[in-house]
Each structure stands twice: as C-alpha cells, then as structure tokens.
C-alpha cells in the first residue's frame, strides 16, 4: 500500500497533538511522521503509533520529501511557510485562517463540499471550527428546503483558545494566583461575547468566520447568517443555538429522519430521557450532534437546534485528516 510523509506543524499545540492522534486512530497511512514547531517546543517529543519521535524546528527546509503537510500553528506561520512546503511538492491542508478566504483555494467540509478538495493548487483551507459544526449540521436541510436565514448564538470551549485558555479556566478553579491570562476577563463562573478580536463593524472575527466561510463552503451566497459568539466555561466541545429559516415547508419528522440519514451527523433527541447534546458527551467524539429539535412558531418555515461537537476533533484535527483521506484516495 502507498504511504505519504506527513509533517505536522504546531506539532505540540492542543490541535496539532490531536491530529496526530486521529491520524493514528484513523490508520491514515503514514510513511514517516515529521512533527514541527517553533524553537521553544525543539526537545520535546510526540508518540505516534507506539513511537516517540522528536519535535524539529520549523524552517523553510523543512519540507523535503513532505506529501501532505497538516499546519495548525496560527495564521502567521502559514502565511510564511506554507509555500514553503507548497514548493517541495506537499498538499498543505491549513487550519489557520490565513488563506479560508481566498479566491481559488478550497474551504471544505466533506460531508458538504468533498468534490472542492480536487481543486486545490497545493492549499486546502480547514474551516472554522464552529463553523463546520454548523455547516454539517444544516447541509442536509439546505438541500432539501433551502436556508434563507439562520441566527446562532455558539457557547464555545475554552479549548478552542488553546493551552493557554485551559489553563486559565482551571486555574481561576484552583485559585491559583499567578498564570498567563489568555482571555480578558476570568472565564470561570463567568461568559464572555468575545472571541478572536473586534471588527471596525462591532462584530468578532470569529462571528465574521460563520458567516463568510458558510457561504463559501455552501457556495451560496444567499444565505443570510446572524451570529453571536460566546465563550463559555467548558470543555469538551462547542455549542451552538441555531435557529433557521427555510424557503420551503417542512415536516418535523421529515427534518429528524433527514438528520438521521445524514452523514457526520448523530441525533440525540429523547427528552423523556433528559438526552439532548452536550460537549461531556462530545468530548473526543468525531461527530456533529444534533438535539432539541422543534419548529420555530414564530414565524414561516422555521426550525430550532442545538448542536454540539469536539471543536478539537471535527472542528479541527478530524476534518483535517478526512480531507486528506479523501485526497489520498485519487493518489
Ligand atoms: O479561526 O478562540 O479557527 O475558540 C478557532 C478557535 C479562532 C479562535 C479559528 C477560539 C480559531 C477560536
């Protein structure tokens, strides 16, 4: 069987440890693994498949014999390597935001736009994580009554900020008395509307993420998206409230049957059970979940859902990994 060298950048960060997990949970056929980071992380090391393997620097030479090169180490560090490893011959798939946004380079979730990742001219852009949570739950609905609106409010893990962000929920836990603030208000016991930085228009970058990306990847720029992102004290993954609104009428068994079908998608609806998503259960799943699903009264054609995944896992390391799954499978 082929196997392709992998490297991984931002090796040690909280999504690059995970992708290389997933790639071995995964079984992707890897040849040599090559983790890189920064001079700072250079002695540590990662285990993969039973093996520790050291940490090297990142440079520009690093790339030598690379087929597929996984970046998750901020947006600065693609823009500057990336065509690096572009021009030693690597697909290079980027779960920064530096290039989600650019002309002629695929965003993709494959349970919505796979055919995207033929595409590609050496850059695939991983999307946003809530982002992609949202887009493979509503693909399925989009398809069959067509979005006109959706308004989603996230309530998102401490995790998605990084080490660093973990690290100061359970420090405030403990009490400690000195640690690195990463958010600017304390996280535990508390909730801030504020993550990633403020726009000149009042909005997050991270609220302007869910909506530019899920036109991109839907390729449909029709669709209205009003969102408000949160950061809560938890854990285990994102979630979001998302209400929408279609063109067409629907069944509400209709909309639990399509969502039963649908691929990346787990339904957890039993109310007389008290079952309904939560991120404690979808702690290191590679799911979307889906739950209190019910109309919106309120108006014509609308739906409410909770939805809730790992935003390390799908939102990040797991999606990355299948977009090279799917890749590999015209290699
Ligand atoms: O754009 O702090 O992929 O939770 C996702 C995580 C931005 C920040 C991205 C967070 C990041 C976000």
Redesign the pocket.
Known sequence: MKVFDVAVVGATGLVGRKMIQVLEERKFPVGKLRPLATARSVGKTVEFNGKRIHVEELTQNSFQGIEIALFSAGASVSKEFAPHAVNAGALVID???AFRMVDGIPLVVPEVNAKEIFHHKGIIANP???TIQMCVALKPLHDKWKIRRVVVSTY??VT???QK?VNQLYAEIEEEDSYEKKFPHPIAYNVLPH??VFADDGYT??EH?MVFETKKIFGDETIKISPTCV?VPAVGGHSESVNVEFEKHFELEEVFETLHHAPGVIVQDDLKQNIYPMPIWAHEKDDVFVGRIRRDESTKNGLNLWVVSD?LRK??ATNAVQIAEVWITHK
């Open positions: 779960n920064s935001s946003n994580c809530s998102q893990s998605g900020a990084g962000g993550i990633d970058r991270e993420k950061r935003n939102g990040a």
